[in-house]
C-alpha cells in the first residue's frame, strides 16, 4: 500500500508519495493552480487517490514558530475535512510542518541546485520531508 504526502500552498501542492513498503518516501510532481483555488488541489488529489488506491495522506500543517495554527493552518484543517468527507475510506493525517521549506531550501543551496530550478521543486521536496517524517514514526 502507498501512502500520499502533500504541502499544500496558496498555488501550489507538493505531492510525494511512499514506495509499497511505505518506508522510503519520494518526490512526485509540484501541482500548480489559480492563488486559494484549493478545489483544483483537491481535485488533482483525489486522482492520485483513485490511481494508486491510496488509503493515508500525509498532509503537512503550517503552524506558527510559538505553535498557534494561522490562516494557513486553518486551510490545511478545511482541506483535511474535505478531503476526508469526499473519500470517506481516507484517512488524512496532519503532520507539523515548521522548518520543512526552510530546510528544502538549505539541501537545494548545498547541491547548487539554481533558482529556477528550485522553484519548481521545493514544494516537492517539502512534501517528501512530510511524509518521511510521518514514515519514520511509524517504525519506531
Same mark, same amino acid.
Request: cysteine-free.
Given at each position: 500500500?502507498?501512502?500520499?504526502?502533500?504541502?499544500l500552498? =496558496?498555488? +501550489?501542492?507538493?505531492?510525494? &508519495?511512499?514506495?509499497?513498503? %511505505? =518506508? #522510503?518516501?519520494s518526490?512526485? %510532481? +509540484?501541482?500548480?493552480? !489559480? %492563488?486559494? $483555488?484549493?478545489d =483544483?488541489?483537491?481535485?488533482?488529489?483525489?486522482?492520485?487517490?483513485?490511481?494508486?488506491? #491510496? /488509503? +493515508?495522506?500525509?498532509?503537512?500543517?503550517? /503552524?506558527? &514558530?510559538?505553535?498557534?495554527?494561522?490562516?494557513?493552518?486553518?486551510?490545511?484543517?478545511e482541506?483535511?475535512?474535505?478531503? !476526508?468527507? !469526499?473519500r *470517506?475510506?481516507?484517512t488524512?493525517?496532519?503532520?507539523?510542518?515548521?522548518?520543512? +521549506?526552510?530546510?528544502?531550501?538549505?539541501?537545494?543551496?548545498? &547541491? $547548487?541546485?539554481?533558482? *529556477? /530550478?528550485?522553484k519548481?521543486?521545493?514544494?516537492?521536496?517539502?512534501?517528501?520531508?512530510?511524509?518521511?517524517?510521518?514514515?519514520? =514514526?511509524? *517504525?519506531?
Amino acid at each position: 500500500m502507498r501512502i500520499l504526502g502533500l504541502d499544500l500552498g =496558496s498555488r +501550489t501542492l507538493g505531492i510525494a &508519495m511512499s514506495d509499497t513498503n %511505505e =518506508s #522510503i518516501a519520494s518526490m512526485k %510532481e +509540484t501541482y500548480r493552480f !489559480e %492563488e486559494d $483555488n484549493y478545489d =483544483s488541489a483537491l481535485d488533482h488529489t483525489l486522482e492520485y487517490i483513485d490511481q494508486y488506491n #491510496i /488509503k +493515508t495522506v500525509v498532509l503537512g500543517l503550517p /503552524k506558527h &514558530m510559538n505553535g498557534d495554527i494561522g490562516i494557513r493552518g486553518e486551510i490545511s484543517l478545511e482541506f483535511k475535512e474535505i478531503l !476526508e468527507n !469526499e473519500r *470517506k475510506d481516507v484517512t488524512v493525517v496532519l503532520i507539523d510542518e515548521r522548518l520543512t +521549506t526552510v530546510i528544502s531550501q538549505r539541501s537545494m543551496t548545498m &547541491m $547548487n541546485t539554481s533558482k *529556477k /530550478k528550485k522553484k519548481g521543486i521545493v514544494d516537492q521536496i517539502a512534501a517528501q520531508q512530510i511524509l518521511q517524517s510521518y514514515l519514520d =514514526s511509524k *517504525k519506531r
